[in-house]
Structures are given as C-alpha cells and as structure tokens.
C-alpha cells in the first residue's frame, strides 16, 4: 500500500510551504487547494516527479 501525506511546514518568518508526497498525477493540487486557500497566496508551486506518473485507478466492470 502506497502511503500518501501531505507535510506542512512553516519557518521562522511565517512563510509556509506544502509538500504532497506518495499522490501520482495532478491530483495532488486537488488535494491542497483548501489548504493553500487557508494559508494564503501561492507564490511558488514545485511539480514534483510523482505528478508526472500515472495515478492508480479503481476500474469498474460492469457484465451484461
């Protein structure tokens, strides 16, 4: 099982940055945008490699 987390830190000047790890695609910004929302303007936004792969999917097969 592939662990998902979302690490929020926060420096001395007040400054906060969100790293999302274990998340494939770009649902990672789905997952932050709250989150982003509450801690103020994005100034900066890292796209990491996991973005780029292929997110894993539940398939659904329906038989007739």
Known sequence: MIREEIEV???EEGHA???VKGVKGKTCNDLTADLEKALGKV???MTTREAYEVPLET???ARH
């Open 9 to 11: 830190v926060v420096d």
């Open 59 to 61: 398939r659904r097969c």
């Open 43 to 45: 100034t900066k936004r």
């Open 17 to 19: 940055s969100v790293h």
